[in-house]
């Protein structure tokens, strides 16, 4: 299994999970596949917004990846 997928799957579970902690367990998980990729950053941020959005289409009822989406956001800002 890839680190992508790795990611991906943990990332599924916290987008149904209401865990009040739920937003910095999400960063770690984002933050590890970050500083294990041998991509650039740019490039790994891609393909986990590309898998998010992937998982989105899935369209199962009760996931909610605004958080997951928004942390990428915010880190694609700060290397702006």
């Given at each position: 299994?890839?680190?992508?997928?790795?990611?991906?799957?943990a990332l599924r579970v916290?987008?149904?999970?209401?865990?009040?902690?739920?937003?910095?367990?999400?960063?770690?998980?984002?933050?590890?596949?970050?500083?294990?990729?041998?991509?650039?950053?740019?490039?790994?941020?891609?393909?986990?917004?590309?898998?998010?959005?992937?998982?989105?289409?899935?369209?199962?009822?009760?996931?909610?990846?605004?958080?997951?989406?928004?942390?990428?956001?915010?880190?694609?800002?700060?290397?702006?």
């Amino acid at each position: 299994m890839d680190r992508l997928e790795t990611c991906i799957d943990a990332l599924r579970v916290l987008a149904r999970s209401n865990d009040p902690d739920r937003a910095s367990i999400v960063e770690g998980y984002i933050d590890a596949y970050l500083t294990t990729e041998t991509v650039s950053v740019w490039q790994a941020l891609e393909r986990l917004r590309k898998g998010i959005r992937d998982e989105q289409a899935e369209g199962r009822e009760g996931e909610n990846w605004s958080i997951a989406k928004g942390y990428i956001r915010s880190v694609l800002r700060g290397l702006a």
